[in-house]
Every structure is written in C-alpha cells, then in structure tokens.
C-alpha cells in the first residue's frame, strides 16, 4: 500500500477555507459536497461531550439531513427567504493534530468566531474539529465537530450552518 505524504499545511488551511467560503455564500449544495457520504455535522451541548449518540447534541445531521435542511431554507415558499442568511467566518490557530500514513485520513482544529446575519446579528465562537477522509484525490469532510465557547448557555434559533 502506497503510503501518503502528511498533507501541507497550506493544502488543508486553503481546504477550510473553501468549506466557510461556501457558508459564507450561503452555496450550501457545494457546501455539503464537501462531505463523505456518510459524512456528519455536530455540535455538542456541553464541554467536552464524547459522543453525539449518547447524550442530547444541539444539532447532529448525517449527509441526508443537512440536503433537507438546504431544501427547506430553499425552498420557494420557505418562511426562510423572507430574511437572507448572511455570515462572516474567521478561522486562526489551524493545526494537524492527527495523520494516518497509511489512508492519508487526518484530523485537523481550528478556532473560529462567526457572525451571522438572519433578523438578529449573533457571534458565535469556539473550536471546529475535522475529521478529514483522503480519497485519493481529495479530502472531503467524514465529521465536522462545532464546539461553542457557550454551548451549554440558552441560544436563541440557531442556523445551523455555522
């Protein structure tokens, strides 16, 4: 087996910022092609959950999910489009924490602080968690972990898509 080189550090960093650049744009069909198909987005409750199967996360949305939840916010007649979703994202401090030679699979960290736009303006920031998925080719997202600085404190609707 073909061993893979530890990816450059500028390949994953321009790598996440494509992946909030599509949030950014609100393109969340690219967005979400961005993910294995049995990739998987989180966001935990508390500090430190382990798991998103055992305890109650804020939101925890397999491949299928996330596509309803882009057809419901584009969809024509969707309460949604009556306020355009607007965000800003800023990563820093990215690092590799994990790499496996053998399937080029990493997983990498980064601070982030977002800003979104939806009738009220909200901050939002924390640490995203990737898991990444060396397909040969490509990395592509096998679970992106949102942990918020406040995640145990009272949210108002949260748009996922942070």
């Not at 530890?6 to 599509?22: G, H, S």
């Not at 092609?33 to 925890?60: A, C, K, R």
């Not at 990498?108 to 979104?116: E, I, M």
């Not at 968690?129 to 992106?144: R, V």
């Amino acid at each position: 087996m073909t061993q893979r080189n530890c990816p450059d550090m500028a390949e994953l960093t321009q790598f996440l910022y494509r992946e909030v650049d599509f949030l950014d744009q609100t393109d969340l069909k690219g967005w979400i092609d961005l993910y294995t198909e049995d990739g998987t987005y989180w966001m935990p409750v508390i500090p430190d959950q382990e798991d998103p199967l055992n305890h109650i996360s804020i939101f925890y949305d397999d491949k299928a999910m996330m596509q309803i939840r882009r057809h419901n916010l584009d969809h024509a007649r969707a309460p949604s489009k009556e306020v355009t979703v607007r965000s800003s994202h800023v990563l820093g401090n990215i690092r590799l924490t994990e790499f496996d030679a053998e399937t080029g699979h990493c997983t990498v960290k980064s601070n982030f602080q977002a800003v979104v736009y939806y009738g009220d303006q909200t901050i939002f920031a924390g640490t995203y968690t990737y898991q990444l998925e060396w397909t040969g080719e490509q990395y592509l997202i096998k679970q992106k972990r949102v942990d918020l600085i406040n995640c145990d404190a009272s949210h108002g609707s949260i748009i996922i898509y942070i």
